[in-house]
């Protein structure tokens, strides 16, 4: 059973920023694809950035330049760090990955971005 366990949220002002962190455990790790997708209040949950297992990496047009998406394989975490906040990115951040097809998700942390 694949479990994903998010950390790192919190408020912070407009033009922070933070670093969230994925710990995976469970499963092969090193090969799995993983990613970052949240969900803001009102809004459907959409995919923020997501590595592949050899690091090949998509980011989502809103947070190109400023998010980028680390993973340590043998710790088996995969973290978001998140630089130039702006309001509009207050979601709870989730974890994902995928095995047999399946998706697995985290419980979230909450990231608000406020002054």
């Known amino acids: 059973q694949v479990q994903l366990v998010e950390s790192g949220g919190g408020l912070v002002q407009p033009g922070g920023s933070l670093r969230l962190s994925c710990a995976a455990s469970?499963?092969?790790?090193?090969?799995?694809?993983m990613g970052w997708y949240r969900q803001a209040p009102g809004k459907e949950r959409e995919m923020v950035a997501t590595?592949?297992?050899?690091?090949?990496?998509i980011y989502a047009d809103s947070v190109k330049g400023r998010f980028t998406i680390p993973r340590d394989n043998v710790k088996s975490m995969v973290a978001l760090q998140i630089n130039s906040l702006r309001p509009a990115d207050t979601a709870v951040y989730y974890c994902?990955?995928?095995?047999?097809?399946?998706?697995?998700w985290g419980r979230g942390t909450q990231v608000t971005v406020s002054s």
């Open positions: 590595i592949t297992g050899d690091g090949n990496i």
């Open positions: 994902n990955t995928n095995r047999l097809q399946l998706p697995f």
């Open positions: 469970g499963g092969s790790f090193r090969l799995a694809a």
